[in-house]
């Protein structure tokens, strides 16, 4: 039996407010138009899909952060220099003072998650908005990341950390690659091309799975769960839905708020930490203008900036969009400076689709 004081919802209104819906659209028309315009320049080889799926998982591994946040009703616009922060701190420790690799990856994550728990209680505590408390530690972080690099090193780009990193138990977790046998068989039976000369002749050009990708579905697969399945996740919705409610029916709003932003920046520092085990170094501009393009891609994923409303999933299809779209015209041969002219118009019309679906879930005109 139906309760009859329950609003009945067609099946077709139910899929049309569903905060994905846009990104699966969008998802589809990218794909089907990098694959009319670049389908034969190697876009979609395997070489080819692992360029835009590796630029694609690091887009959503802070994306993944920001989303949470941000149906929490926050944001962090100290994304990106967190990203450098943690790099450079992982450089320092292990090139410069001589620690173990392990040791500093698990001291860079406990500074950088610390800081993004002292960024939610300056903001639970003071009142401010997020935005303003975040954009502060913007200009902090990266401040000291510069002042660090060139106090320790006399320069702001820190080599000799896969030199360091060499056999430690914890750098593979962020910049091995997995199942290589696996791509080696594939390559013996001809579904991958390899090296025809040189040291690695006969190697596959794809050696397997890179960590960072791995990282990324992990992260996606938690932070979905964690939202939909968790009593946890209810309180992250009702967290920034409103707030006050939240409170009077008990929802530890603040500690939720302070752990989103803590999240947040472990996920930054995992974005730095396969960054600086993938190119052996780390630098003090690394990470610019990463808090943005994560938020993008929440965005386009179908959140609200106004909290409450949702989808790990649909950020990660943002994310997808967001690295198929930059290389995609790299391998069309187009201009590059055009990525951002499509990211500013496909932020646009995210931002309309989302707020047509707030109307109909509100009853808003």
Same mark, same amino acid.
Not at 15 to 28: D, F, H, K, Q, V
Not at 292 to 297: G, K, R
Not at 321 to 329: A, D, H, P, T, Y
Not at 335 to 356: D, K, P, Q, W
């Given at each position: 039996?139906?309760?009859?004081?329950?609003?009945?919802?067609?099946?077709?209104?139910?899929?049309?407010?569903?905060?994905?819906?846009?990104?699966?659209?969008?998802?589809?028309?990218?794909?089907?138009?990098?694959?009319?315009?670049?389908?034969?320049?190697?876009?979609?080889?395997?070489?080819?899909?692992?360029?835009?799926?590796?630029?694609?998982?690091?887009?959503?591994?802070?994306?993944?952060?920001?989303?949470?946040?941000?149906?929490?009703?926050?944001?962090?616009?100290?994304?990106?220099?967190?990203?450098?922060?943690?790099? +450079?701190?992982?450089?320092?420790?292990?090139?410069?003072?001589?620690?173990?690799?392990?040791?500093?990856?698990?001291?860079?994550?406990?500074?950088?998650?610390?800081?993004?728990?002292?960024?939610?209680?300056?903001?639970?505590?003071?009142?401010?908005?997020?935005?303003?408390?975040?954009?502060?530690?913007?200009?902090?972080?990266?401040?000291?990341?510069?002042?660090?690099?060139?106090?320790?090193?006399?320069?702001?780009?820190?080599?000799?950390?896969?030199?360091?990193?060499?056999?430690?138990?914890?750098?593979?977790?962020?910049?091995?690659?997995?199942?290589?046998?696996?791509?080696?068989?594939?390559?013996?039976?001809?579904?991958?091309?390899?090296?025809?000369?040189?040291?690695?002749?006969?190697?596959?050009?794809?050696?397997?799975?890179?960590?960072?990708?791995?990282?990324?579905?992990?992260?996606?697969?938690?932070?979905?769960?964690?939202?939909?399945?968790?009593?946890?996740?209810?309180?992250?919705?009702?967290?920034?839905?409103?707030?006050?409610?939240?409170?009077?029916?008990?929802?530890?709003?603040?500690?939720?708020?302070?752990?989103?932003?803590?999240?947040?920046?472990?996920?930054?520092?995992?974005?730095?930490?396969?960054?600086?085990?993938?190119?052996?170094?780390?630098?003090?501009?690394?990470?610019?203008?990463?808090?943005?393009?994560?938020?993008?891609? +929440?965005?386009?994923?179908?959140?609200?900036?106004?909290?409450?409303?949702?989808?790990?999933?649909?950020?990660?299809?943002?994310?997808?969009?967001?690295?198929? +779209?930059?290389?995609?015209?790299?391998?069309?041969?187009?201009?590059?400076?055009?990525?951002?002219?499509?990211?500013?118009?496909?932020?646009?019309?995210?931002?309309?689709?989302?707020?047509?679906?707030?109307?109909?879930?509100?009853?808003?005109?």
């Amino acid at each position: 039996m139906t309760d009859e004081r329950l609003k009945q919802v067609s099946t077709l209104r139910r899929a049309m407010i569903r905060p994905e819906l846009g990104a699966i659209c969008g998802t589809i028309l990218v794909f089907v138009f990098f694959f009319m315009i670049a389908g034969d320049s190697g876009m979609f080889s395997p070489e080819g899909v692992q360029n835009w799926g590796v630029v694609s998982a690091q887009f959503a591994i802070i994306a993944v952060g920001a989303c949470l946040l941000m149906i929490a009703g926050e944001f962090d616009l100290s994304v990106g220099s967190m990203i450098g922060f943690a790099g +450079v701190v992982i450089a320092i420790l292990s090139v410069h003072l001589g620690w173990p690799v392990w040791l500093s990856i698990i001291a860079a994550f406990v500074i950088c998650v610390g800081l993004g728990a002292l960024n939610g209680f300056l903001v639970i505590k003071t009142g401010l908005p997020s935005f303003i408390v975040t954009l502060a530690f913007l200009y902090i972080l990266r401040g000291l990341t510069i002042w660090l690099s060139i106090l320790t090193t006399r320069q702001t780009i820190i080599g000799g950390v896969k030199e360091a990193a060499e056999g430690d138990p914890l750098a593979f977790l962020f910049g091995g690659v997995i199942f290589k046998d696996l791509f080696q068989w594939f390559a013996d039976l001809g579904l991958l091309d390899t090296f025809t000369r040189g040291s690695r002749e006969g190697q596959p050009v794809v050696e397997g799975l890179p960590m960072l990708v791995v990282w990324a579905v992990v992260l996606v697969i938690f932070g979905h769960w964690l939202l939909t399945k968790t009593r946890f996740g209810n309180w992250i919705f009702a967290s920034g839905g409103d707030a006050q409610a939240a409170r009077y029916v008990g929802v530890p709003v603040n500690r939720v708020k302070i752990l989103m932003f803590m999240f947040t920046a472990f996920c930054a520092t995992v974005f730095a930490t396969c960054q600086v085990m993938e190119f052996g170094s780390a630098a003090a501009d690394r990470g610019l203008l990463k808090e943005f393009e994560a938020i993008i891609c +929440v965005v386009i994923g179908g959140a609200l900036l106004t909290g409450g409303y949702g989808s790990v999933i649909g950020a990660a299809l943002g994310a997808l969009i967001f690295g198929v +779209v930059q290389q995609g015209l790299f391998f069309a041969g187009a201009e590059s400076s055009l990525f951002r002219v499509f990211l500013g118009g496909i932020l646009i019309l995210a931002v309309i689709m989302n707020t047509y679906i707030r109307r109909m879930i509100t009853g808003e005109r």
